[in-house]
């Protein structure tokens, strides 16, 4: 059974950092390329970067690029999104997703919920 | 980037009843590079189709898809109570990877 669970969210004051965290169980981890999807409460789904299996590429969201990184540890069959210079308008639940390429976002986490706040 | 707009934003039907939704790219889409997500309250996204046609894992045939180009549906016909949640619309073939803004199937 494929599962991924995501940590690392919590309360942060804007301009500070979290790091999350996402292991994956049930595939070959690095067959894929992994993915981070973000929702702000109440509203709608907003791609935020993505990396290749083996970390050699790695795309971001434009409001991302320069202030968050996604990596990966494939031994540890896991991926992570180093968030640092943190705004209120990065307040939202981040899900880890596995990018299956030809058949889209096919498997997501349950999400860890990201507020930044003073 | 490619924008990618869903209509309508909220769709009231009855248990048994078609829903039809439509989701529209501002470009045309290589290779068909479209799903379609559900999502309940509470609940991460899961995945119903992909390649704007075909089926997920576990997705039941009342959810079908289709289209080309720059316009696609989903239709879900005989609906049940727990299709009554939200949905949205990706494209998948350019970089970045977007989503429309979700409709939303009430009773």
């Known amino acids: 059974e494929v599962q991924l669970v995501e940590s690392g969210g919590g309360l942060v004051q804007p301009g500070g950092s979290l790091r999350l965290s996402c292991v994956a169980s049930?595939?070959?981890?690095?067959?894929?390329?992994m993915t981070w999807v973000r929702q702000a409460p109440g509203k709608g789904l907003e791609w935020v970067a993505n990396?290749?299996?083996?970390?050699?590429?790695?795309y971001y969201v434009e409001s991302a690029e320069g202030r968050f990184t996604i990596s990966r540890d494939n031994a540890e069959n896991s991926v992570y999104l180093q968030m640092n210079n943190l705004r209120v308008e990065d307040t939202a639940v981040y899900y880890c997703?596995?990018?299956?390429?030809?058949?889209?976002?096919?498997?997501w986490g349950q999400g860890t919920l990201v507020t930044v706040s003073s | 980037e490619i924008v990618v707009t869903q209509s309508p934003g909220t769709l009231s039907l009855s248990p048994g009843e078609t829903a039809t939704l439509s989701c529209r790219a501002s470009?045309?889409?290589?290779?068909?590079?479209l799903a379609w997500y559900q999502q309940k309250p509470g609940q991460s996204p899961r995945l119903l189709i992909y390649?704007?046609?075909y089926r997920a894992t576990d997705t039941p045939d009342r959810f079908s898809g289709s289209g080309s180009g720059t316009d696609f549906t989903l239709t879900i016909s005989r609906l049940e109570p727990e299709d009554f949640v939200v949905y949205y619309c990706?494209?998948?073939?350019?970089?970045?990877?977007?989503f429309g803004q979700g409709t939303m199937v009430e009773i």
């Open positions: 049930g595939f070959t981890f690095n067959m894929f390329w």
């Open positions: 997703a596995r990018d299956a390429n030809l058949w889209g976002f096919d498997y």
């Open positions: 390649g704007a046609s």
């Open positions: 470009q045309s889409l290589s290779g068909t590079y």
């Open positions: 990396i290749k299996q083996d970390g050699s590429e790695e």
């Open positions: 990706q494209q998948y073939g350019s970089s970045p990877p977007t």
